[in-house]
């Protein structure tokens, strides 16, 4: 993992893969994890990408999840 945040404007991710991804919450940016499920058309015609758990939020970057622990007891 690169930990590296991609912008969605550059990449998109892997069809139906899980990341992190940073959205735009009104004034503020969050942090979630989505689903990339493709892309949508917005309001405006314009052609985005969709992130399935996120809403209709506007993600403006992503990058892969790091790996599960491999000792969880």
Known sequence: MS???IPVDEKWPEHLSDVLV????G???RLGVGEFDGTTVNDEGMTIPYFKGI???EVTHWMPLPAPPTDAK
Do not use: D, N, T, V
């Open 3 to 5: 930990g590296e945040w």
């Open 22 to 25: 940073a959205y735009k919450c």
């Open 27 to 29: 004034k503020y940016i």
């Open 55 to 57: 809403g209709g939020f």
